[in-house]
Structure formats: C-alpha cells, structure tokens
C-alpha cells in the first residue's frame, strides 16, 4: 500500500496563476483532508470531506477549493494564487472522525511558493 | 473557542527522559491525540488518550487528565533519532463541524 500520496512535491507559483494539488490514498478511508503548515505552528485545517462527493469548509477556507469526486481523490485549487498561500500542504486521511479509528494518516506534503 | 498550549522547544541528552506537556481548551471533548513530525517530513500517529490515565507504546507514553484539560507525552531512553516536533491535538466540535485541532508543536533536540 502506498499510504497517502501527493502531488506535485514542490512548486512556484506567480501571484493570480492557479493550480490544483492532488491527493490520493490507497486506504479505503472516508475522511479526508487538506491542512496547511506554517513555521511555527501547528496544522491549520483548510477543507475535508467526509465521503465521496462531500467537502466542508475547515478553518481556513479562503481562497482554495476542493473536490472529491472519487473516494480515493482529493483535490485542493487555488484559484488565484497570493503570496500568503506560500506554504507546506498536507493531506491527510481517517477512517473515520471518532476514536482512535480517528487516526490520520498523511501525505509526504507539498511545498508551494507563491512569488 | 478552541486552544491548545504546549511549549515551543525542549532539550535533553541521549539516554534521558522528557515529557512535552499539553493544556486545552475546547469543546465537546472526545480525546486527545500525538503526532511526530521530523524536519521536512509528515506528521505521523503516535498515540491517543480517551480516557484519564497513562497509554504506553514502547519507550512513548501517553497521558490524560480530563478533569484539569490536560495530557502529556513521555519520551524515554532518548535517541537522536528522537529529535523532531511533537503536536498535541484535540477532536472538538467548532463552528458546527466536527475537526482535529493542533497545538503548534514542541520541537525536541536530543543531544549526545
């Protein structure tokens, strides 16, 4: 099994391009997410999905999209890339939301520079 | 709302023991969870703590105690391996949504 898998690793964005990040698990998980990694703090919750054809605002919504068409696929947009979207991308995955069947599994991360 | 404290860094040498702390502040409580991150890599599971009391996995342990919002991670017989940053999280509810939340980490240097 491959866990969970990310891509592109790494990429450089000009402010306003787009881009799509792509996550994918191999684990049969219904949850998913996509967090963000500052330095200096903790994961920030963006999106997540609680089952195929699902997604759900996080914590820090503004300016990305997802969708999950496929119960293995998550996919993370930025419509219009800013300089403050310069980040590390992680995407994670559960089998569910509660107890210890709550434990998230995560990508390699996907580090973004918006220039 | 929803917050967790844990420190920013500890120190320790090889061979010794450590335990990074962790107080929260949430809602609708289910239990409270730790995760490893090594520099430029992903967080992985470590342990989860439901109910009050100590969890032990090898040479981690894990504690919680509900009543005063508190847990603790307990590292032993430390390695250099070991060096990394270490998250607390809670599952509350917030916002109408049922979400994992993160301290901001304590980053360990084990040295010789």
């Not at chain 1, 996509?34 to 914590?59: C, F, N």
């Not at chain 1, 947009?77 to 709550?102: H, I, K, N, R, W």
Request: with cysteine; charged share 15%; hydrophobic share 35%.
């Amino acid at each position: 099994n491959a866990g969970v898998t990310q891509t592109p690793k790494f990429r450089v964005l000009k402010t306003g391009q787009s881009m799509t990040l792509l996550c994918a698990q191999d684990m049969n998980h219904e949850y998913m997410y996509w967090y963000r990694q500052d330095p200096g703090m903790g994961l920030r919750l963006i999106h997540y999905s609680v089952g195929e054809g699902t997604t759900a605002k996080g914590e820090v919504p503004d300016g990305y999209n997802v969708s999950r068409l496929k119960k293995q696929n998550f996919l993370l947009g930025l419509e219009s890339a800013a300089p403050s979207q310069t980040s590390v991308y992680f995407c994670a995955s559960s089998y569910s939301s509660a107890g210890v069947a709550d434990t998230q599994y995560f990508g390699p991360g996907t580090r973004l520079t918006v220039l | 709302g929803q917050s967790l404290e844990q420190p920013s860094e500890v120190t320790a040498v090889e061979g010794a023991i450590v335990q990074i702390n962790c107080t929260y502040q949430t809602s609708g409580f289910y239990g409270l969870s730790w995760y490893q991150q090594h520099d430029g890599g992903a967080p992985t599971f470590l342990s989860y703590n439901a109910l009050d009391g100590l969890e032990e996995t090898g040479r981690f342990s894990s504690f919680l105690s509900r009543s005063d919002s508190y847990g603790y991670l307990l590292l032993q017989e430390l390695q250099m391996k070991d060096s990394a940053s270490y998250f607390c999280a809670v599952r509350a509810v917030s916002g109408g949504y049922n979400k994992l939340i993160f301290g901001a980490g304590t980053r360990l240097a084990v040295h010789p």
